[in-house]
């Protein structure tokens, strides 16, 4: 059974900074891409960033180019998403997302999800 648990989420003020964490278990994920998306209730699901296996090609959306970095290490089977310089605009639940397609920027293009991890901010 495969499982992505995030964690890091909150409160916090605009203008400040988040790290989520996701990890992964259950099966084995190399070569897997992973990916963070983020949903506001009553919206769907926008993709957020993703990171390739290797860790050499990462994708962000443009909201948050130049703001949030998505990393990996492999030895821990976990994902992070360093979120900087938020905005309330970045209000969401952010889900943590696997694939084995080699590229993946859209949220339908993920077959492994976790629960989701609440961030707020406050202007």
């Known amino acids: 059974q495969v499982q992505l648990v995030e964690s890091g989420g909150g409160l916090v003020q605009a203008g400040g900074s988040l790290r989520l964490s996701c990890a992964a278990s259950?099966?084995?994920?190399?070569?897997?891409?992973m990916g963070w998306i983020r949903q506001v209730p009553g919206k769907e699901r926008d993709f957020v960033a993703s990171?390739?296996?290797?860790?050499?090609?990462?994708n962000y959306a443009d909201s948050v180019k130049d703001r949030f970095t998505i990393s990996r290490d492999n030895a821990k089977n976990t994902v992070y998403l360093q979120m900087n310089d938020l905005q309330p605009g970045d209000t969401a639940v952010y889900f943590c997302?696997?694939?084995?397609?080699?590229?993946?920027?859209?949220?339908?293009?993920?077959?492994?999800w976790g629960q989701g991890t609440q961030v707020t901010v406050s202007s």
């Open positions: 259950g099966r084995s994920f190399s070569g897997a891409t």
């Open positions: 990171i390739s296996w290797t860790g050499g090609r990462t």
């Open positions: 997302a696997a694939t084995f397609r080699w590229r993946a920027l859209a949220p339908e293009q993920y077959d492994y």
